[in-house]
């Protein structure tokens, strides 16, 4: 994993690695002060928050290891990657969700003058979320909106609506919430379109910010249990993810960082 174009004393520390794929040790402060400060010296880059899925998919597809390394900054979303770090002897702080990114990072934006684009979701959910963000974080600044149809990455010509419509509008940061890998191939695609910009992969976050779906209490997200939330919320779509990938990949993970100590 590289970290941006910033000098070496602004990098982020010695990075952890689980199965492969390194993690910047960053509490989410430490992590949006990263990208607020790379903007100040005029350098772009791609956030990738973690989760357990998506290092599941990165250990099984190697070309999907690949696409996540290209990131100038990955951390961990998620409970599991962090409880697996403290096993393995090389802890991460704390859980960098992107979830609750693009509302802190929103926030911290508009304190320090950027604009923010949303990129993704269900139909017409950008366009509700930046109505929310603008409310809840007065003085933020929504350069744009967009909800690329489904087969959009089939489409060269939705997809050169995408980068025309960033051209124009010149976003400081922009969500992108299309689902991994979808989304992370995207950026890949996008950030010479607009390279002084910091691109953050975000999944399903608009539809929290809108309430579509409704995230688990905080305290559930502590004790690493906010995918039992979700599942319950949307059981055909996540019920396989979770329960026949994620936890007896959860379980390989331990052992693996168990392992490592144990070296």
Known sequence: MTVGHAPAGDAPPRTTTLMG?????????QTIEHVLDALDRGDGGWLCPVNLDVLRQTVEDPALNRLVAQADLAVADGMPLVWASRLQGQPLPARVAGSTLVRTLSERAAARDRSVYLLGGNQGVAAEAAVRLRTDYPGLRIAGHRCPPFGFERDAREREAIAGDLRRTNPDIVFVGLGFPKQDKLIV???????????????????????????????????????????????????????????????????????????
């Open 21 to 29: 794929l390194g993690l910047a040790p960053l509490t989410e402060e």
């Open 189 to 263: 695609d996008l950030r010479s379109v607009l390279p002084g910009a910091w691109f953050v992969s975000c999944g399903i976050s608009f539809s929290f910010v809108t309430g579509e779906i409704q995230r688990a209490p905080v305290l559930v997200q502590r004790l690493g249990l906010e995918w039992v939330s979700r599942m319950i919320q949307e059981p055909r779509r996540l019920g396989r993810r979770y329960l026949v990938d994620g936890l007896p990949f959860a379980a390989r993970l331990a052992l693996s960082s168990l392992r490592l100590r144990s070296r």
